[in-house]
């Protein structure tokens, strides 16, 4: 199963570190991992999905909660959060294919940011399942190369994290 950890930490070096090294240590993979600073610069928010059994899901969360860097663990469920991944898209783009393409970008909330003759690199930010229904779209293209953000999540309505 999924589970999307959001954290907040003390701005400081190591911290990461630390953090990744308590997964690594429970044999939980990281499927992805983003951090940014938060609206208070000495505080930063990790954003981790993670694949594992409840059990282990507890687990980890009492341990984040224990690490000294750490100011609040929040574990969200996919009913209650906004999630959002960046990703660059560079693709096989002959000129007679290039209307199709935009209009699938166009379509898609997809915006070409770069153009030669025989490439497109495009931009499109989303949730995961938009994002796998926009390469099941492109990829008979032919997908040259993709980027990736990790995932950002936060969670749906007035709560917060703090």
Do not use: W
């Amino acid at each position: 199963m999924k589970y999307t950890v959001s954290v907040l930490v003390e701005n400081h070096a190591g911290v990461l570190s630390r953090i990744s090294g308590l997964f690594a240590r429970r044999g939980f993979n990281i499927d992805s991992l983003a951090v940014g600073a938060t609206n208070d610069p000495t505080i930063s928010r990790i954003t981790i999905i993670a694949d594992g059994d409840e059990h282990t899901a507890q687990q980890l969360e009492k341990q984040l909660n224990k690490l000294v860097d750490t100011i609040k663990v929040r574990m969200l469920s996919a009913d209650e959060l906004i999630e959002r991944e960046l990703q660059l898209i560079k693709i096989n783009a002959a000129p007679a294919q290039r209307s199709e393409i935009l209009t699938l970008c166009d379509l898609m909330g997809a915006k070409v940011i770069d153009l030669t003759a025989t490439s497109m690199t495009i931009e499109i930010s989303d949730s995961t399942e938009v994002l796998q229904r926009f390469h099941s779209l492109i990829e008979g293209y032919g997908i040259k190369e993709i980027v990736r953000t990790g995932t950002i999540a936060i969670q749906k309505g007035a709560v917060t994290i703090r």
